[in-house]
């Protein structure tokens, strides 16, 4: 069999990557069983003392680096973020998109904060079920895409130009740069707040959520969509690789994913950010699920 160049060079760096990764399996577990001596455990424990740290996918980081880090991975994915959705989920990423919309079942008037919107996913889905209701009164409606990367707008905004959701045709969506842990909205200015695959990227849950809270009218509904451990996702960083040509962005997102708090402690912290009537509803037998809440 024939092999070339660049498909050997491809091989070695997956070898490498998968290899590298257990060694750093086995360096935890020596760690923990006490081969590493208590100089280098100390070492690593005052480290990390020093200043307030995060994970980043599996990586401990100091909480100021992490919106940095994940800044860099969508910056690096924007253009191949929506090809690789649908690789990644064999496409399955719309339908869950789909049910986060009926979920929400928006109505004519509706004000849609879209955090972590990216590359617009949700608003478009948002703009077509209105434009699927009758609207009699021409009642208008609001939607809002925030991002704190603006190459994902960047893209977001394109996509709308070419699926006709222009100024022209009587849509006016607002793309803002913001961080989704101090939103530059002001107080109860949406009635809706969503956030979808996003949530699991931001440094502190808990400001998400309040800012969620602080930004929606009283009556309100915050809705999170989310993915959950309950599936192998090791092929993920290989599919990155072959095709969008990147190891690491893919890597980061099975180890967010990982990381990220099962459905019952996040419904705890939806809580305590002051939102009543918290449900959550797995989909696709709990690999991803929807969260919802109210501000009443
Ligand atoms: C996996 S994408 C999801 C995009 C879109 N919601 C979708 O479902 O296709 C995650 C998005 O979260 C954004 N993000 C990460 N940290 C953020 C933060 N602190 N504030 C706002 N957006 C953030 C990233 O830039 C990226 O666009």
Excluded at 58 to 77: A, G, L, M, P, Q
């Amino acid at each position: 069999m024939y092999l070339s160049r660049k498909k050997i060079t491809l091989a070695k760096e997956i070898y490498n990557k998968l290899f590298a990764r257990n060694n750093q399996v086995i360096r935890t577990a020596k760690f923990s069983s006490g081969v590493v001596s208590k100089n280098e455990e100390q070492k690593v424990e005052s480290e990390i003392n020093e200043e307030p740290t995060t994970h980043f996918g599996f990586k401990t980081v100091k909480e100021r680096d992490k919106s940095k880090e994940v800044y860099s991975v969508f910056e690096k994915v924007a253009d191949s973020y929506d090809v690789m959705n649908d690789a990644m989920s064999f496409g399955v990423h719309r339908i869950w998109k789909d049910l986060f919309i009926q979920e929400l079942s928006p109505l004519h008037g509706c004000k849609l904060l879209d955090t972590a919107g990216g590359t617009g996913d949700i608003t478009f889905r948002y703009l077509n079920y209105l434009n699927n209701l009758e609207n009699k009164k021409k009642i208008k409606s609001y939607v809002t895409v925030s991002d704190i990367n603006q190459n994902m707008l960047d893209v977001g905004q394109s996509r709308a130009k070419k699926l006709g959701f222009t100024p022209e045709n009587g849509y006016n969506i607002d793309w803002l740069q913001s961080d989704a842990e101090n939103l530059s909205c002001p107080d109860e200015s949406y009635t809706a707040y969503t956030i979808a695959f996003g949530i699991r990227n931001v440094t502190h849950i808990d400001k998400v959520l309040s800012e969620a809270y602080r930004v929606l009218q009283p009556g309100g509904r915050f809705l999170c969509l989310e993915l959950y451990d309950q599936y192998s996702f090791q092929m993920i960083p290989v599919m990155g690789k072959l095709i969008a040509g990147q190891w690491e962005p893919y890597q980061y997102l099975v180890e967010s994913i990982r990381k990220f708090p099962k459905q019952d402690e996040l419904k705890g912290m939806i809580e305590n950010a002051g939102f009543r009537q918290v449900t959550y509803k797995n989909l696709t037998f709990g690999v991803v699920a929807i969260h919802s809440g109210f501000k009443i």
